[in-house]
């Protein structure tokens, strides 16, 4: 594949350091109807995901208002659902080695869902899942033409239209943390109480916050990434979610540093977060 997807993708999740290992270098919507999907996000988090192209399987980019990308959306064909492919918005960690980390990956109790391929011009990806059962890509991206050290921005602690934090529930957190630690060098570095839902803990990628671990709750059937995009505004992010047909599953709550965050359904039934200021 070139073009539409190999070129955004290596701009957008273009090569990290090694030592960057770890890092969320790119998000996927996968949705059997994108067209929806489309009308859904743009009104909820003022996205412009653009054209599906034919030739490049439908694959839409997510454009930000900056010009920039959020992700992308891959859809998902009859095929796919019948194989057990279902509407869920997916991360990809940076890994320098993906063959090796894979290797390690299914050492430590995980599995390849998906083994190791190229695709031409952005880099070497495979779909795995952490030894409690949360899927996620992990990817070594190839490196723009010209811009040997770029780095992605689809992650932000602060900005709209980024993902700004990523959120692991799952059935066993000291054991996920140790698997996230070992395997992608990740910290992990204070936590909040939450009664008897247990310890919400922050984790760390090179330095920074990038979100946190819970334990799963009893009404979440799999351990599961979710992730909390940046919108303008919470309360308008809501009415476009119930008006767009999504579901608002919890929330706006406010948060440690007075901004708000909620849990919502898209129509397709992808699950996903939002997290912004109250206007």
Do not use: C
């Not at 190999?6 to 960057?20: G, N, P």
């Not at 003022?46 to 959306?73: H, K, L, Q």
């Not at 599995?111 to 952005?122: E, R, W």
């Not at 760390?204 to 909390?228: C, D, E, F, H």
């Amino acid at each position: 594949m070139t073009d539409v997807r190999d070129e955004a993708v290596a701009t957008a999740a273009a090569e990290q350091r090694a030592s960057d290992r770890g890092s969320f270098i790119w998000y996927e919507l996968m949705s059997p109807d994108p067209e929806g999907s489309k009308a859904f996000y743009d009104s909820v988090v003022g996205w412009n995901i653009g054209e599906g192209v034919p030739e490049y399987n439908g694959y839409r980019m997510i454009g930000r208002s900056d010009g920039g990308f959020a992700g992308g959306v891959l859809p998902l064909t009859d095929e796919m659902q019948q194989h057990g492919a279902r509407p869920t918005w997916l991360g990809y960690l940076h890994a320098p080695d993906v063959d090796g980390s894979v290797a390690k990956i299914e050492q430590a109790g995980g599995k390849a869902l998906m083994p190791a391929f190229d695709i031409p011009n952005v880099g070497r990806v495979a779909m795995v899942a952490d030894p409690q059962g949360a899927p996620f890509y992990i990817m070594k991206p190839t490196p723009p033409a010209g811009d040997p050290n770029a780095k992605s921005d689809v992650f932000s602690v602060d900005q709209p239209q980024r993902i700004r934090w990523n959120e692991l529930a799952t059935s066993d957190p000291e054991a996920a943390l140790d698997f996230y630690k070992r395997e992608f060098g990740w910290g992990q570095e204070g936590e909040m109480d939450m009664g008897e839902m247990g310890k919400y803990r922050f984790i760390q990628a090179n330095g920074v916050n990038i979100g946190a671990v819970m334990r799963k709750p009893p009404q979440l059937p799999v351990s599961l990434w979710t992730y909390y995009v940046g919108v303008d505004d919470i309360d308008r992010a809501a009415e476009a979610i119930k008006a767009g047909g999504g579901q608002l599953l919890n929330g706006p709550m406010e948060i440690p540093g007075g901004e708000f965050a909620l849990n919502g359904r898209d129509p397709q039934g992808a699950s996903f977060g939002l997290v912004g200021p109250r206007k």
